[in-house]
């Protein structure tokens, strides 16, 4: 069964800084990855979609990294500014099968003025 | 439409009502999925739609809880006699195609059975 790892819990830096979060999943047999944000009381917003065959993906201050063989990702956000605060969640699909996504439990982060 | 549009956004039942919650998919999408949120719970996925039918429906809780999609659009989970552990935000996602493809949500219907 397919689980995903998402540390830390909960992150908080000041505005400015560069911050990486991390994603890890025990089954490296994934069709793709993809990170989402969530702000308070919101549906999710796709942020970036890695299929299983790339490396990364990068999205203006935001590159996300895939490593399947270790069953890593890696969420990096340059320059962070405070309406970046949110809730980050990746999720994976398996392959062989429909695009059923399996979620880490997010890292909250707060980006402090 | 421009996105995936999910109705009500919010509902208060009491228990043992039933419920209808609605997703429109952005046009053009041929899969559809609900996936359920609750507190300490994380994101689960309940059902997957590809057009109108469901080729998999393994994260449906129990036999109280039902799905249709018509006209390979719209869809209707239905949760009859709601319990308070039903409580939870239910999100409804499309995409273009099965597999490998960018998965978009909706807003979301926060349920609270009283």
């Known amino acids: 069964k397919q689980e995903v790892t998402q540390i830390p819990a909960a992150l908080s830096v000041p505005e400015g800084e560069n911050l990486v979060l991390n994603c890890s999943f025990t089954?490296?047999?994934?069709?793709?990855l993809q990170w989402f944000r969530q702000d308070p009381g919101k549906g999710l917003t796709s942020l970036l979609l890695i299929q299983s065959s790339q490396r990364e993906q990068t999205s203006g201050r935001l590159n996300a990294s895939l490593d399947k063989s270790s069953g890593r990702s890696t969420l990096y956000i340059a320059a962070s500014q405070p309406g970046d605060s949110a809730t980050y969640l990746c999720?994976?699909?398996?392959?062989?099968?429909?695009?059923?996504?399996?979620f880490g439990q997010g890292t909250r982060l707060t980006i402090n003025p | 439409g421009a996105g995936v549009s999910q109705s009500p956004s919010n509902k208060v039942t009491e228990k043992g009502k039933d419920v209808e919650l609605r997703c429109d998919p952005i046009s053009g999408h041929t899969a559809l999925y609900w996936y359920r949120q609750s507190l300490g719970q994380g994101l689960e996925f309940l059902i997957y739609?590809?057009?109108?039918?469901?080729?998999?429906k393994s994260g449906l809780p129990s036999d109280r809880f039902s799905a249709e999609r018509t006209g390979g659009s719209v869809s209707t989970l239905t949760i009859q006699r709601t319990q308070q552990e039903d409580s939870a935000v239910y999100l409804c996602?499309?995409?273009?195609?099965?597999?490998?493809?960018?998965?978009?949500f909706g807003q979301g219907t926060r349920l609270t059975v009283v």
């Open positions: 089954d490296s047999a994934i069709y793709n």
């Open positions: 739609f590809q057009g109108n039918s469901a080729p998999d």
């Open positions: 996602a499309s995409s273009l195609g099965a597999a490998n493809t960018e998965a978009f």
């Open positions: 999720a994976v699909s398996r392959s062989g099968g429909a695009q059923k996504l399996v």
